[in-house]
């Protein structure tokens, strides 16, 4: 059985969350030890980072930065640990949302990115990415729907169109490793997937 490190990716909006618990399950029926996390955060200190980034005014490089920083404290307490003792680690966005948020929203230097990216990964890379894409009129209208916007989810519908281009990007570069899962499609029917989709690659 397949084991590893899986991110979950999508715009704000687009139901990936709910999905990530149920996975955890599905493995845990399976017999694995899974850690279950998300970012920015995952530890005391990535969360506090979160916080900043989510509601303080700052630009493309400072959110690069702090997004970067949270990662690497991240990585080096839990996400590493845990691998390398055998865990499956499930991560609630990753580098990919970097990528697509601060290269694709905000407009940032993507090069420097993979430099940031090379710095605090050290090669480390996701086995799987799954991919919730919709379109963003459709996600604005889910949420809408649910709790008070922050920084990125009060973002208008171009800032949205840009991060999904970013997705697209990081998936046509990575096509391995990368799933599209299509999250306009009912609850259920996006939960068949997944399992369909790990089944098919041995999890
Ligand atoms: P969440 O609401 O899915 O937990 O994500 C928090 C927000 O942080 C989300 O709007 C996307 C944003 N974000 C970035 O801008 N860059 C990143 O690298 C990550 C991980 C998240």
């Not at 729907?145 to 998936?171: K, N, P, Q």
Request: charged share 30%.
């Amino acid at each position: 059985m397949n084991h590893g490190f899986i991110t979950f990716e999508g715009i704000d909006g687009a139901g990936k969350s709910s999905h990530i618990e149920a996975l955890a399950q599905w493995l845990r029926v399976r017999g694995r030890e899974v850690l279950l996390t998300r970012e920015p955060g995952g530890t005391a200190l990535a969360e506090r980072l979160r916080e900043l980034l989510l509601h303080e005014p700052m630009d493309a490089l400072t959110e690069s930065l702090l997004v970067f920083a949270a990662r690497r404290d991240h990585l080096r307490q839990r996400i590493e640990p845990a691998l390398a003792r055998g865990a499956t680690v499930l991560c609630d966005r990753f580098t990919d949302a970097t990528f697509a948020y601060q290269g694709g929203g905000r407009g940032f230097d993507l090069a420097v990115l993979g430099q940031l990216e090379g710095w605090v990964q050290q090669g480390r890379q996701p086995d799987l990415t799954l991919w919730f894409d919709l379109p963003p009129t459709v996600a604005a209208r889910r949420r809408a729907a649910a709790r008070a916007a922050d920084r990125f989810e009060s973002e208008d519908e171009i800032f949205f169109t840009r991060v999904r281009e970013g997705y697209a990007a990081r998936a046509t570069a990575a096509p391995e490793r990368f799933i599209r899962i299509d999250a306009e499609q009912p609850r259920e029917a996006v939960w068949a997937q997944i399992e369909r989709e790990l089944q098919e690659r041995g999890w």
